[in-house]
T-cell receptor, first 113, second 113 residues
């Protein structure tokens, strides 16, 4: 079945540091890939998405590229801010059927001033 | 566009009681999804509706759980005879059929004592 794997553990970094969160997936067909962000006490917000191989999703300085050859969709940001502290979830949606989302476990990102 | 809303935001109940949650999707969205998120995990799919028809249920959805979407607009999720293991955040999302992006509500946090 479809599944998503995110790197283990929280990520703590200083303001203006470079952020990378790894995400790999297993899926049949050609899924769409997403990054969602969850701020404390809130629901999930769509951060960015990509729908086919080599597409790059970007938003608010975050980027991720759909790599079919490595089945990956790593999230990057060149210079993080304290306001980027949140939990980040990688997810995929099947190409067919009900488009239900399969999520990774999420990564807590803490940015220190 | 008012977004997806959920009510209540928090619910504390005693084991064995019944609870009901409500989700109001984005008005023109015909697909509605329910997910469950436990602490430290990503959301897991529970069930989905297209208009008023419930088209898929996860095996996570035991027979104590029931969901409805009577007029193809709002949806309710009921849990009967709650157990401590039901404590979680219950998330609702909506989308247009044929579109892969789901928009999430703020969630209902259930605590079963």
């Amino acid at each position: 079945g479809n599944s998503v794997t995110q790197m283990e553990g929280p990520v703590t970094l200083s303001e203006e540091a470079f952020l990378t969160i790894n995400c790999t997936y297993t899926a049949t067909g050609y899924p769409s890939l997403f990054w969602y962000v969850q701020y404390p006490g809130e629901g999930l917000q769509l951060l960015l998405k990509a729908t086919k191989a080599d597409d790059k999703g970007s938003n608010k300085g975050f980027e991720a590229t759909y790599r079919k050859e490595t089945t990956s969709f790593h999230l990057e940001k060149g210079s993080v801010q304290v306001s980027d502290s949140a939990v980040y979830f990688c997810a995929l949606s099947a190409y067919y059927g009900n488009n239900r989302l399969a999520f990774g476990k999420g990564n807590q990102v803490v940015v220190i001033p | 566009d008012t977004g997806v809303s959920q009510d209540p935001r928090h619910k504390i109940t005693k084991r064995g009681q019944n609870v009901t949650f409500r989700c109001d999707p984005i008005s023109e969205h015909n697909r509605l999804y329910w997910y469950r998120q436990t602490l430290g995990q990503g959301p897991e799919f529970l069930t989905y509706f297209q208009n008023e028809a419930q088209l898929e249920k996860s095996r996570l959805l035991s027979d104590r759980f029931s969901a409805e979407r009577p007029k193809g607009s709002f949806s309710t999720l009921e849990i009967q005879r709650t157990e401590q293991g039901d404590s979680a955040m219950y998330l609702c999302a909506s989308s247009l059929s044929g579109r892969d992006t789901q928009y999430f509500g703020p969630g209902t946090r259930l605590t079963v004592l």
